[in-house]
C-alpha cells in the first residue's frame, strides 16, 4: 500500500508552538483522509524550527464506491416538499427517482445516490489547501505582496516550500502537486539554512530523513533532545561539572536548532554571589542556555571556594550541608549553538558570553540594591506604623513602599497592602488552629508579598516568595518565617511540594483563603475552561494543606459562603478520585454541610477498605434493603411513625432487630465521636443478620396503619444509623 509523505517548510516556526503543531497537522490530515473514506495503518509527526512533516503509512490508494439511498416525500405530497427532496438528492427530475411502496404508509420516492471512489491523490490534493489555510496556530501572519489582497494565506511565519509525494515502497512516487497561493507542493526540499542551502530531491520518507541528515537537518525532535542532553553532560563532566537539567528548557532548545551543536562558556567568579536562582533564570531567560554545578563538592571545599567571592559574607560565611547542589553553581554555562563553526564556535561562545555577563552585572546589581535603603524613608513611617515594620530592615521598607504606594492587587478588591492585613487577620485565626507561634506568623503574613517591590522580582517575577525567604534570611528573621515567604504561594499545583512548617501552612491558608472569598465576594468565579485567577489551583492547594498535613478546618466558620464551599467540594473529588478513590464512595461521604474536608477524606478511605470485606458487604446489603424500602413508602406518602414504639413490636424478628439497631447505634457513636470510622461500620455490619431475618418473617406494610408506621420508623433507624457514616443507598454494588 502506499505511503504519503507531507512537509510544510517555513521561515523558523517559534519553539513553544512546534509540538502542539505538529500534532494538529496529523489530526487535521488523517481525519481528512479517513473522511474521504481512506484508511492508513499509521501516522506519526515530525518537526523542526522550519518544517512540519508527516510520514502516513500504508493509505488506501482509492476510496471505496459509495451507494446512498435517500427516503424522500409520499407521492402524493405538495410540489414544494418533492422539489426540496430532488434539491437536497442532487436530482434533476422526479423521473430519476425510484417509487416504493409501504403497506401502511403508502408510495413513496426514493433517491439512490452513487458515489464512485475517488484516487488518494484527489482527495489529498483537495483536502490540504484547506487545512492549510484554516491551521489553528495560535498566532500568524501575512507577507509579500499578496498580503494585500483579501483572504490571503496565514501562516506562522512565511511558509517557503510544499513537498508531498505519494507511492508504494518498491515503485516510484508521484507528487500531488496542490497550489497554496502560489506555493506548488513538489518533491523539492531543502536542507540547512547555512549548511545546505541548496534543493534536495525526495522520493519517500525514509530517503527523505536520510538526506537531510547529510544536509545537516536532525528532524526527529526527541533525537535532537537526546544529541543536546547527552553532549552537555559529557562536556560538562570533561570540565568537572554537572549538568543542571532542566527538561523545559531542553524542549525549548530542540525547537531552535536543526543541526545542534553544544558549546561551553563561563563568567567572572564574583557573579556567583548572586542567589543561583537569579543566575539560571537570567541565564535561561535571556541566553536559553544551561547552568553547572561541581561535581561531589564536599563542605570545606564549597566554603574553600566561595570564601574567594566577595560577596561570600552574603551567606554568613558559611555553606549547609544540607544545602541543595543547585546552590552551589560554577561559573560555566552550556548553550546549544546551530551552526557547527569553523573556529570550534569561540566566536559564539564569545559573543553568548558577553550577553550572560551583562545579563548577570544587572542581576548583580538588582541584588545589592535590594539588600540596601530605598530614598524617601519618611514617607513610609505611616505605612511601617500600620504593620509594625522595622525601617532599618530591607525587606520591611519594601512592605511598607508596597502600601505607601496603593499598589492594586484588583480593582474590585483593593490594594496590596490591604490584601496583606486581610491575609494578617486571618492567619492570626488560622493559627489558632494549626498550631502555629501566632508571633512568627504574624511577622510573616506581614512580610509575604514584601518582594514584590524588589528589583530582582521585578525583573523575575517567578522569584516571587523565594527572594523574599532570602532577604528574609539576609536580614536576620527567624527560620520558620523566611520559609514561610517562600512557602505561602505552594503548592502551585498538582506536583509541586507542600509546606511543612506550622507557620507557612497557616500563612499559605489564609492567604489561598482570601484570594478565593475575594473573588468568589465580587462574583469573579471560573467558568468553563477560564480562570483567570487561577482559583481552582488556589482551591486544590488548600485541600492538599488540609489533607496531606492533617490540618482539622472548618471551611464554613471561615468563609460563610455555601456556594464556595460547594466548589471546594468538586477539588476534593478531583484529588480524591486521583488518589484511587471510587466517585461513588465519595458521593456517600460527602454532603452539602461537609467542611471538614479532613474528616470527609478519612471517611472515604475507611469506607474504601472497609467495603470490599465481608463486615463491608454485609453492611451494605443489610442497609441498602431497608433505606430503599422505606425510600418507596415515603415517596407513596405512607405515615411513618415519629418513633419506634415498643409495644407495638409484636413479632421476635422485628424486636430483635430493634435491639440490634439500638445496640449498634450506640457502638457505632461512640466510634464516631473518637474518629474511628472503620470500627463504627463493623458496628453498624451486624445488622446484616437481623435485617434479613426482618425481611423474611415480618410484613412491613401491615393492615395496621399504626403496625406498619412503627415498622417503617423501624428502618428509618437504620437509614439514620448508618447515615452517621455514609449514605449508602449513593454505593454501588
Known amino acids: 500500500m502506499p505511503d504519503l509523505l507531507l512537509e510544510l517548510r517555513s521561515e523558523e516556526i517559534p519553539a513553544r508552538m512546534q509540538r502542539k503543531a505538529a500534532g494538529d497537522l496529523k489530526k487535521l490530515v488523517t481525519d481528512a483522509l479517513v473522511e474521504a473514506g481512506l484508511s492508513y495503518e499509521g501516522a506519526r509527526e515530525y518537526w523542526t524550527p522550519r518544517r512540519l512533516t508527516l510520514d502516513i503509512r500504508g493509505v488506501t490508494a482509492r476510496s471505496a464506491d459509495v451507494r446512498e439511498e435517500r427516503k424522500g416525500p409520499r407521492t402524493d405530497a405538495n410540489e414544494k416538499a418533492i422539489e426540496g427532496f430532488l434539491r437536497g438528492a442532487g436530482l434533476s427530475s422526479v423521473s430519476e427517482a425510484q417509487v416504493q411502496s409501504d403497506p401502511k404508509k403508502g408510495d413513496f420516492y426514493v433517491a439512490v445516490i452513487s458515489k464512485p471512489g475517488r484516487a488518494a491523490e484527489e482527495i489529498v490534493a483537495d483536502v490540504m489547501p484547506g487545512i492549510v489555510r484554516d491551521f489553528p496556530w495560535p498566532k500568524s501572519m501575512r507577507w509579500g505582496k499578496a498580503s494585500a489582497k483579501p483572504g490571503s494565506l496565514r501562516w506562522v511565519r512565511p511558509l517557503q516550500s510544499i513537498v508531498c509525494t505519494f507511492g508504494t515502497e518498491h515503485e516510484e512516487t508521484v507528487v500531488i502537486p496542490f497550489e497554496i497561493d502560489g506555493i506548488v507542493a513538489s518533491n523539492v526540499t531543502y536542507g540547512h539554512r547555512f549548511h545546505a542551502p541548496g534543493p534536495i530531491t525526495v522520493k519517500r520518507f525514509d530517503d527523505y530523513v536520510s538526506s537531510l541528515d547529510k544536509a545537516k537537518v536532525i528532524l526527529d525532535a526527541e533525537r535532537r533532545k537526546d544529541i543536546i542532553l547527552h553532549d552537555a553532560r559529557g562536556i560538562a563532566f570533561a570540565n568537572g561539572l554537572e549538568l543542571v537539567e532542566d527538561e523545559g528548557l531542553l524542549e525549548e532548545v530542540s525547537g531552535l536548532v536543526e543541526w545542534p551543536q553544544v558549546l561551553m562558556g563561563s563568567f567572572e567568579e564574583d557573579y556567583l554571589s548572586i542567589p543561583s536562582e537569579i543566575i539560571r533564570l537570567t541565564i535561561k531567560t535571556n541566553q536559553k542556555c544551561f547552568v553547572t554545578r561541581r561535581q561531589n563538592e564536599d563542605l570545606a571545599a564549597a566554603e574553600q571556594y566561595y570564601s574567594k567571592i566577595p560577596e561570600f559574607g552574603a551567606f554568613g560565611g558559611k555553606v549547609e550541608l544540607g544545602e541543595p547542589k543547585e546552590q552551589r553553581l560554577s561559573n560555566r554555562f552550556i548553550l546549544v549553538s546551530n551552526i557547527q563553526a569553523t573556529d570550534g564556535g569561540k566566536e559564539i561562545i564569545h559573543g553568548n558570553g558577553k550577553v550572560v555577563r551583562a545579563r548577570l552585572s544587572d542581576a548583580l546589581h538588582f541584588w545589592k540594591r535590594d539588600q540596601g535603603d530605598l530614598p524617601d524613608l519618611e514617607m513610609l513611617e505611616a505605612s511601617a506604623a500600620k504593620f509594625g515594620l522595622d525601617l532599618k530592615k530591607p525587606l520591611d521598607q519594601r512592605m511598607a513602599k508596597l502600601d505607601t504606594l496603593n499598589v492594586t492587587f ?188 479532613l474528616m470527609v477524606a478519612r471517611r472515604v478511605e475507611a469506607l474504601t477498605a472497609f467495603i470490599t470485606s465481608e463486615d463491608g458487604k454485609n453492611l451494605l446489603a443489610g442497609t441498602k434493603r431497608a433505606t430503599q424500602l422505606l425510600a418507596a413508602e415515603e415517596k407513596k406518602g405512607t405515615v411513618v411513625a415519629d418513633g419506634v414504639s415498643e409495644s407495638l413490636l409484636t413479632l421476635d424478628a422485628e424486636k430483635d432487630l430493634f435491639a440490634a439497631v439500638t445496640k449498634a447505634s450506640a457502638e457505632a457513636a461512640k466510634a464516631i465521636a473518637g474518629e474511628d470510622f472503620r470500627s463504627a461500620m463493623a458496628a453498624l455490619s451486624t445488622l446484616r443478620a437481623p435485617v434479613d431475618r426482618f425481611f423474611g418473617d415480618v410484613l412491613v406494610n401491615d393492615e395496621d396503619a399504626a403496625i406498619r408506621a412503627n415498622r417503617l420508623a423501624l428502618l428509618r433507624l437504620i437509614r439514620e444509623a448508618t447515615g452517621t457514616v455514609a449514605d449508602f443507598s449513593k454505593i454501588a454494588g
Request: charged share 30%; glycine share 6%.
Open 410 to 597: 484588583h480593582a474590585k478588591l483593593g490594594s496590596q497592602g490591604e490584601r496583606v492585613s486581610r491575609i494578617r487577620t486571618l492567619a492570626a485565626e488560622l493559627a489558632k488552629i494549626t498550631g502555629a507561634d501566632p508571633v512568627k506568623v504574624d511577622r510573616a503574613a506581614v512580610l509575604a508579598k514584601a518582594d514584590l517591590r524588589t528589583e530582582a522580582v521585578g525583573e523575575f517575577p517567578e522569584l516571587q516568595g523565594l527572594m523574599g525567604r532570602k532577604y528574609a534570611g539576609l536580614q536576620g528573621e527567624d527560620t520558620s518565617v523566611a520559609a514561610a515567604i517562600e512557602d505561602h504561594y505552594k503548592p502551585q499545583g498538582p506536583s509541586d511540594r507542600v509546606p511543612d512548617d506550622k507557620v507557612a501552612i497557616t500563612v499559605a491558608l489564609a492567604d489561598k483563603l482570601d484570594t478565593l472569598i475575594g473573588f468568589w465576594a465580587i462574583d469573579e468565579k471560573p467558568t468553563g475552561s477560564k480562570d483567570p485567577y487561577a482559583l481552582r489551583r488556589a482551591a486544590l492547594g488548600v485541600v492538599r494543606i488540609l489533607l496531606e498535613r492533617k490540618v482539622r478546618l472548618p471551611l464554613l466558620a471561615v468563609m460563610k459562603d455555601a456556594d464556595l464551599l460547594a466548589f471546594f467540594h468538586d477539588r476534593l473529588k478531583v484529588y480524591l478520585r486521583d488518589q484511587g478513590a471510587r466517585y461513588d464512595l465519595i458521593d456517600s461521604v460527602l454532603t452539602s454541610e461537609a467542611d471538614d474536608l
